[in-house]
């Protein structure tokens, strides 16, 4: 029976090993240090707790490992990593932005997912708003993951144009997560017109980012865009906002900074874009 561990029992985290243990896989959580993980849903009385063991105490070596910490948290892992592992264990970045592969050498068998799974942890309690969808570049490996696993329910889509999914993502996130963090407010503030036209105009900004890197969106893509954000509900946050609001690190070096590299690169005019980030990098200024 192949071995999965999720390390990180947050929001991602947690709901991807949710989704594994209820279909009797073999599921090891593993957290800063021991305790466990309560996964709750809006109008549902049921929760379900999971144990979580400590990464520095646990001596299983596994097949399979989702990575669900933030990028700014990935440092913190890597020394535990290699008793994890065996040669052949695949990795699975869970994560938003991109360039984390580029800056942690994590081992040869990682792929970044794009992740559609929608929650927010307090204490140990996540809450878990919508989605169990990772999307993966279709190789033979994430082939054979999504054979393995075929019987939860998590939705793992391998797409052949990956790229474009990763951009699509980025541009989902370089709006909604910034407005959401620098208001320090949830889904709710879309109901006012003047943070839709801005969110209209990121979207645009990183559609023109994304053409500059070869990777190319219809018009339509920003109408379908602004219909998802329509689609969350008023209370939903996102991870930017709660880490914002929690006074923790944001990912900004991973969506906007990384956005705006790409923006500098190709010598574009971005205006909101370079003023969101400015106003994220002050943000987490500290004297
Ligand atoms: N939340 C969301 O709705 C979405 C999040 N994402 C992305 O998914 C990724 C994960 O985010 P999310 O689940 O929200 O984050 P959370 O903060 O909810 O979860 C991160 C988890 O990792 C744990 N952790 C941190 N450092 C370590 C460590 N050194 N060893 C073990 N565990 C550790 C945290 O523990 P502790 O609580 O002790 O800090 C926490 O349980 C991010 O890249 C995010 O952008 C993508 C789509 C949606
Ligand atoms: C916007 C959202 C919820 C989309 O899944 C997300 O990726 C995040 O919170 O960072």
Aim: aromatic letters at 10%; one cysteine or more; proline letters at 3%.
């Amino acid at each position: 029976m192949y071995k999965f561990g999720v390390i990180g029992p947050g929001a991602v985290g947690a709901v991807i090993g949710e989704s594994l243990q209820n279909s009797d896989y073999h599921v090891t959580f593993l957290g800063r240090k021991e305790g466990k993980v309560c996964i709750e849903r809006v109008e549902d009385p049921e929760s379900t707790t999971f144990p979580v063991e400590a990464i520095s105490e646990v001596e299983t070596v596994f097949d399979y490992l989702f990575i669900a910490v933030k990028g700014t948290q990935l440092e913190g892992i890597m020394p535990h990593l290699d008793k994890l592992m065996h040669a052949d264990t695949v990795c699975i970045l869970c994560q938003n932005g991109y360039g984390q592969l580029g800056k942690f050498q994590l081992p040869g068998n990682t792929y970044q997912a794009v992740v559609y799974i929608s929650g927010q942890k307090k204490g140990n309690v996540v809450m878990h708003f919508r989605d169990r969808t990772l999307i993966l570049p279709e190789n033979t490996v994430t082939k054979k993951l999504k054979k393995v696993i075929a019987a939860s329910n998590l939705d793992i889509q391998l797409q052949s144009d990956y790229r474009n999914e990763v951009w699509y993502k980025l541009i989902v996130n370089v709006a909604i997560n910034s407005v959401t963090a620098l208001s320090r407010n949830t889904a709710l503030i879309l109901q006012e017109e003047k943070v839709q036209s801005l969110c209209k105009r990121l979207i645009q900004e990183g559609v023109e980012i994304a053409a500059a890197e070869g990777v190319y969106f219809q018009e339509k893509v920003l109408e379908e865009i602004m219909k998802i954000y329509a689609g969350y509900p008023s209370q939903m946050g996102t991870s930017m906002y709660y880490d914002m609001i929690n006074g923790q690190s944001m990912e900004v070096e991973y969506i906007q900074g990384f956005l705006y590299e790409k923006s500098r690169e190709h010598d574009l005019n971005t205006p909101c874009l370079d003023t969101v980030y400015s106003l994220l990098l002050a943000s987490e200024m500290k004297g």
